[in-house]
């Protein structure tokens, strides 16, 4: 029997609704670590679950088929950069975990990395950190790029972005002062690299702020029309 869903949880769609609950009543996802004894570890992924979600083209978040759009919940960073360090899942799917996951809702909120399980693991390029503001970005295509510890996702030209902020669509400010925020560690490394890299970010930059919204935390970009 399934545990009751907890109250005041948002945009749940059936896939939500049929996934299994912890004991608080939070639904959970496909992607999440489970212990001997089937408790989920929300901080960290499942073995294998990153490469199956590839091989089979499965939604990170309910484990089903993917149709023709993939979606991503990224932050600003990444919506600069267009990498994501989790696959895609289903648009559904990801507007309930940018309104839903306490780390993405709670401004303060940092990754409890203590006493992980040796077996589980986090992904490459995770933010420590609630980024302020999240877009789910929805797209056609991706590539799988190697690294160190796992894979990147470099995500495709969006058809729609919508941003959120604390769990509720994002205003514009908001979206401004976390991209603005989080901008320097990017110029940071861009310098490091060289002269190239530098130019490359600046492009990207304005891109990216062609995706803010206006107003309501929805968009298309100019380059997405």
Same mark, same amino acid.
């Given at each position: 029997?399934?545990q009751?869903?907890?109250?005041?949880?948002?945009?749940?769609?059936?896939?939500?609704?049929?996934?299994p609950r912890?004991?608080? &009543?939070?639904?959970?996802?496909?992607?999440?670590?489970?212990? $001997?004894? &089937?408790?989920?570890?929300? +901080?960290?992924?499942?073995?294998?679950?990153?490469?199956?979600a590839?091989?089979?083209?499965?939604c990170?978040?309910?484990?089903?088929?993917?149709?023709?759009?993939?979606?991503?919940?990224?932050?600003?960073?990444?919506?600069?950069?267009?990498?994501s360090?989790?696959?895609?899942?289903?648009?559904?799917?990801?507007?309930?975990?940018?309104?839903?996951? =306490?780390?993405?809702t709670?401004?303060?909120? +940092? +990754?409890?990395?203590?006493?992980?399980? =040796?077996?589980?693991?986090?992904?490459?390029?995770a933010?420590p950190?609630?980024?302020?503001?999240?877009?789910?970005?929805?797209?056609?295509s991706?590539?799988?790029?190697? $690294?160190?510890?796992?894979?990147?996702f470099r995500?495709?030209e969006?058809?729609?972005?919508?941003w959120?902020?604390?769990?509720?669509?994002?205003?514009?400010?908001?979206?401004i002062?976390?991209?603005?925020? &989080?901008?320097?560690?990017?110029?940071?490394?861009?310098?490091?690299?060289g002269?190239?890299?530098?130019?490359?970010l600046?492009?990207?930059?304005?891109?990216?702020?062609?995706?803010?919204?206006?107003?309501?935390?929805?968009? $298309?970009?100019?380059?997405?029309?």
């Amino acid at each position: 029997m399934l545990q009751k869903l907890r109250p005041g949880l948002r945009n749940l769609s059936d896939r939500i609704k049929h996934l299994p609950r912890d004991h608080r &009543g939070y639904p959970v996802p496909w992607f999440v670590y489970r212990d $001997v004894h &089937g408790v989920a570890d929300f +901080r960290i992924i499942g073995p294998g679950k990153v490469e199956l979600a590839i091989k089979r083209d499965l939604c990170w978040v309910c484990g089903t088929k993917l149709a023709r759009h993939k979606t991503f919940v990224i932050g600003p960073m990444c919506a600069i950069n267009r990498v994501s360090a989790e696959p895609p899942m289903h648009k559904s799917c990801a507007t309930f975990a940018a309104t839903n996951c =306490p780390f993405l809702t709670m401004p303060r909120m +940092r +990754r409890n990395t203590n006493e992980l399980p =040796p077996e589980g693991y986090t992904l490459e390029g995770a933010q420590p950190h609630n980024p302020g503001a999240v877009v789910v970005w929805i797209t056609r295509s991706y590539t799988v790029t190697p $690294v160190e510890r796992g894979v990147l996702f470099r995500i495709g030209e969006p058809e729609e972005v919508r941003w959120f902020a604390n769990g509720r669509a994002a205003e514009r400010g908001e979206v401004i002062e976390a991209m603005e925020k &989080g901008m320097p560690v990017l110029i940071d490394i861009a310098q490091r690299e060289g002269e190239e890299s530098v130019r490359k970010l600046m492009q990207q930059i304005v891109i990216a702020r062609r995706l803010i919204p206006a107003r309501g935390g929805s968009n $298309v970009g100019e380059d997405a029309a």
